[in-house]
């Protein structure tokens, strides 16, 4: 069964930082593309996120530029999610899917409707 699980989601106050974490399970993912997403109550899934397959190209929302960093090690098969000067703007849960057709990319994927599989999400709450 292919699984990815997100970990690392929590409450932090304004200006922190939090490291999310997605460990796949059930096949490598180390030839695709991944990406974080977001959806914050009321709102659409958005995203936040993206490597390519080869870990060569990133890709970010302008909202989270410079704040969020996406890494993958396909060593352990997992991506993180490394989000430094946090907003209460970015409570969201947060998703972590990946693109199988990655390779076929020149660029990362934006539109969710890429990825292949998705996490079960993880809570990220930003006091103010």
């Known amino acids: 069964q292919v699984q990815l699980v997100e970990s690392g989601g929590g409450l932090v106050q304004a200006g922190g930082s939090l490291r999310l974490s997605c460990a796949g399970s059930?096949?490598?993912?180390?030839?695709?593309?991944m990406g974080w997403f977001r959806q914050a109550p009321g709102k659409e899934r958005e995203f936040v996120a993206g490597i390519t397959w080869s870990g060569g190209s990133t890709n970010y929302a302008d909202s989270v530029k410079g704040r969020f960093t996406i890494s993958k090690d396909n060593a352990k098969n997992t991506v993180y999610l490394q989000m430094n000067s946090l907003k209460p703007e970015d409570t969201a849960v947060y998703y972590c899917?990946?693109?199988?057709?990655?390779?076929?990319?020149?660029?990362?994927?934006?539109?969710?409707?890429?990825?292949?599989?998705w996490g079960q999400g993880t809570q990220v709450t930003v006091s103010s």
């Open positions: 899917a990946a693109d199988l057709n990655s390779r076929g990319r020149l660029v990362v994927a934006t539109d969710q409707r890429a990825y292949d599989y």
């Open positions: 059930g096949r490598t993912f180390s030839m695709d593309g």
